[in-house]
């Protein structure tokens, strides 16, 4: 990863997605016990980055546009670059509980990154009033969903609960000059001049027969929107307060699960540890929207669920979607779980991924202006109801200077007509549960922690009678 790498088409896809109210930056709160032997401090954390940045190039890099939009951006050092920016102290007054700590953290979320530095910031959380420390991370999407694919998190968390006493010196890091703008307009000539020659040509038949190249173009709509139904029992996902247009504003909440608890639903009961959770959500949001005066009966909500797949041709992970209809009606909990796991197997089955691999494979060749507006109506189409990504993680205890981390809840980016996200991570057999929610649309989020663990209890419950 090299001074001058220029953005993939989806990486330039999440920055021009962006707007006031539709932000493209992840990121998600870290709790840290602090131990006997721990030395975590704001002083000593801002060492530990200070120690690892090279092993995150990206982290000190911005990003520079290519005149005339004649490619994508990219990405160059930073010359002003100032670690004291990006990581940042902070303190909850008293008595400092999860509430305090949560609207703090949703305020952070709620602010754009600025688009002139590095695209990253942490913040430090002391006053916890059980002793503990929060760490707040965001950063642009564009920055780890390409092949970088590290965050600043993942170099600083260790297996070894003993750090050493003095931390390695930093390598040494010089900015590189940036190219001017000539310069890169003449970098950008030169690689549209050295594509390959099917490229040329299918740009000069572009030009030569636009209405033909249009007329493919929508049938490749059709096939997308016929790539979101198949399988499913509704075409476009329903409206309903999940899918209200976003503010500026979100609100953000977590709960923790017991990964243990689910590995025996499913073990019990069938399916897999994700189809566990779909039903468990599906059940939380139906008692949701009930509480909220909503009918659920018989309705299903469609579901986006992202998914890595590794290309064969270069070993890249890429994200695409599947897309599931979950029941949330009242119903009995073995025959939710059965429904989901029935249709998540029809959705893998439809081969779905082939039809997102072929989009992406497209927009790498669509002139930046198309590929953006692309990505976004891309994302102001009204195919699913709520984002639900679940990432399994590391199985055992892990450490950032000395602290244990006993908490690590994902916050995930409302699209354009949704209200509500929700990213589940596994650590150490606990499922962290972050439920990302528009302020204005949703301000009884705050229910669905509780809601979920019920859901789930349910489940349990319905596992260990048919185990007696």
């Keep these: 990863m090299g001074h001058g790498d220029r953005l993939s088409a989806v990486d330039a896809a999440f920055l021009e997605m962006e707007t006031p109210t539709q932000h493209m930056h992840v990121g998600g709160l870290f709790l840290f016990e602090p131990g006997p032997d721990s030395t975590f401090t704001f002083d000593r954390f801002q060492r530990l980055v200070r120690s690892r940045l090279h092993l995150v190039p990206r982290y000190r890099q911005t990003i520079a546009w290519t005149p005339l939009g004649l490619a994508q951006p990219i990405w160059v050092d930073d010359p002003a670059f100032d670690l004291a920016y990006h990581v940042r102290h902070a303190a909850l007054p008293r008595p400092g509980g999860i509430d305090q700590l949560l609207e703090y953290a949703g305020r952070i979320l709620s602010r754009p990154l600025d688009r002139s530095k590095p695209l990253w910031e942490a913040y430090v959380v002391e006053g916890l009033e059980d002793g503990r420390i929060a760490l707040v991370t965001k950063n642009h999407h564009a920055m780890i969903d390409g092949v970088a694919g590290v965050d600043i998190v993942g170099v600083l968390l260790d297996d070894d609960p003993v750090t050493p006493a003095e931390l390695p010196r930093p390598q040494a890091w010089e900015p590189r000059r940036a190219p001017g703008g000539l310069e890169r ?14 490229v040329v040509s299918r740009a000069r038949r572009v030009a030569e027969r636009p209405v033909d190249v249009l007329r493919r173009t929508a049938a490749v709509g059709q096939g997308i929107a016929s790539m979101a139904t198949s399988g499913l029992s509704g075409g476009l996902a329903g409206k309903s307060v999940l899918n209200q247009a976003p503010g500026i504003s979100r609100r953000f909440v977590v709960e923790q699960l017991d990964l243990g608890e689910i590995k025996e639903v499913k073990n019990a009961l069938g399916g897999t540890v994700n189809d566990v959770v779909l039903a468990v959500c599906g059940d939380m949001l139906g008692r949701f929207l009930r509480a909220r005066g909503e ?11 992202p998914v890595s797949v590794r290309t064969t041709a270069n070993h890249d992970n890429q994200v695409t979607a599947v897309f599931v209809d979950v029941p949330v009606g009242e119903m009995d909990p073995v025959e939710r779980l059965a429904s989901v796991t029935r249709r998540m197997g029809d959705v893998k089955s439809t081969h779905q991924a082939v039809g ?6 497209m927009t790498g060749f669509a002139p930046p202006t198309i590929h953006a507006a692309a990505a976004r109506v891309a994302s102001g189409a009204r195919l699913f109801n709520v984002v639900i990504t679940n990432v399994p993680g590391p199985q055992h205890p892990i450490y950032a200077l000395g602290a244990r981390l006993v908490g690590g809840f994902p916050f995930v980016p409302l699209a354009a007509t949704q209200s509500l996200a929700i990213g589940l991570v596994s650590l150490d057999g606990i499922v962290n549960v972050g439920f990302t929610a528009d302020y204005d649309a949703l301000p009884d989020v705050s229910a669905m922690p ?13 596992a260990r009678a048919v185990g007696r």
């Design 185 to 198: 307009t003449t970098d950008a000539v030169r690689e549209l001049v050295r594509q390959p020659a099917s």
């Design 295 to 305: 009918r659920t009966a018989g309705d299903d909500l469609r579901i986006m669920v």
């Design 356 to 361: 997102a691999d072929f989009l992406l494979s």
């Design 450 to 462: 509780e809601m979920v663990r019920a859901s789930l209890e349910d489940l349990v419950a319905c």
